[in-house]
């Protein structure tokens, strides 16, 4: 019903910004929470930063500080905002609902790449 397109990522280095963007096919995150996700070569796919529907925002002890998550009802985009990156935040990054991420139905889109260079 929902269709989420990442964009945004890039080469960069280290200490550098980029901002990440996920585009939703039709108005929900004004209901659903929304979650960023990545997954660094050999390691497990985990959760960076979440936003509730009241605003109410999570971040992973890694990224904060450091990463913001904010949206844009108007646009049905969800962003987020990586400054001082490290090269230990090279990892695809996938935007997802944690609600059906949590009940297994991990359906994951083609994720945006982030490489940081040290």
């Known amino acids: 019903q929902v269709q989420l397109v990442e964009s945004g990522g890039g080469l960069v280095q280290a200490g550098g910004s980029l901002r990440l963007s996920c585009a939703a096919s039709r108005s929900t995150f004004t209901f659903n929470a929304i979650g960023w996700y990545r997954q660094a070569p050999g390691k497990q796919r985990e959760l960076v930063a979440a936003?509730?529907?009241?605003?109410?925002?999570h971040y992973a002890p890694s990224v904060k500080g450091r990463f913001t998550i904010s949206r844009d009802n108007a646009k049905n985009t969800v962003y987020l905002q990586m400054n001082s990156l490290k090269p230990e935040d090279t990892a695809v990054y996938y935007c997802?609902?944690?609600?059906?991420?949590?009940?297994?139905?991990?359906?994951w889109g083609q994720g945006t790449q982030v490489t940081v260079s040290s």
């Open positions: 936003l509730n529907s009241g605003g109410v925002t």
């Open positions: 997802n609902f944690p609600s059906l991420v949590a009940a297994s139905y991990d359906y």
